[in-house]
T-cell receptor, first 113, second 116 residues
């Protein structure tokens, strides 16, 4: 699976949009971009994933560049409860059973009041 | 829908003792994972089950760690004997075998192990 690079930490003001970048310059054509987050003392939580088109769900939006070498997770109106470590993971959708997630160190997002 | 359940939530043992963790996945989820998360790092996969068979245990320290998933539902992870470096949070996750969301993993709250 392709490796990802994320900033170690970011701050965001409450109510503003949080834009979390991820670089995955070695991504392959069959690899998806996944985002998970981990709130303190909890297990990771799935947020969103995409292949090449931008995606939006009730939690966030995912913007993937045309060359697919980078992406941005957008939390449109960050709240204090969005303070967490955000993991960007690149992985091929498997038709078999190997659906492992390889986590990096992620980005610590702190939403400030 | 009930989430992934894990117990205990916390455990403190001395080195060379043994310990066991339990996981109950989301009902109907065929795939179950155990991860180890050391403080300040992302989770690392230890073992993956598909139903009651092992798919990947390449990162499981087999000299001291063992896991089983009898009847393809609940799973236990055991450490015997524990070392200081085993202090970590042990996370269990599950995912559906097929379908649109088959590659989405749902995590439990984890068990925090402290080895003294």
């Amino acid at each position: 699976d392709a490796k990802t690079t994320q900033p170690t930490s970011m701050d965001c003001a409450e109510g503003r949009a949080a834009n979390l970048p991820c670089n995955h310059s070695t991504i392959s054509g069959n690899e998806y971009v996944y985002w998970y987050r981990q709130i303190h003392s909890q297990g990771p939580q799935y947020i969103i994933h995409g292949l090449k088109n931008n995606e939006t769900n009730e939690m966030a939006s995912l913007i993937i560049t045309e060359d697919r070498k980078s992406s941005t997770l957008i939390l449109p109106h960050a709240t204090l409860r969005d303070t967490a470590v955000y993991y960007c993971i690149v992985r091929a959708i498997s038709s078999g059973s190997a659906r492992q997630l390889t986590f990096g160190s992620g980005t610590q997002l702190t939403v400030l009041p | 829908e009930a989430g992934v359940a894990q117990s205990p939530r916390y455990k403190i043992i001395e080195k060379r003792q043994s310990v066991a963790f339990w996981c109950n996945p989301i009902s109907g989820h065929a795939t179950l994972y155990w991860y180890q998360q050391i403080l300040g790092q992302g989770p690392k996969l230890l073992i993956q089950f598909q139903n009651n068979g092992v798919v990947d245990d390449s990162q499981l320290p087999k000299d001291r760690f063992s896991a089983e998933r009898l009847k393809g539902v609940d799973s236990t992870l055991k450490i015997q004997p524990a070392k200081l470096e085993d202090s970590a949070v042990y996370l269990c996750a599950s995912s559906a075998a097929v379908g649109v969301r088959a590659d989405t993993q749902y995590f439990g709250p984890g068990t925090r192990l402290t080895v003294l």
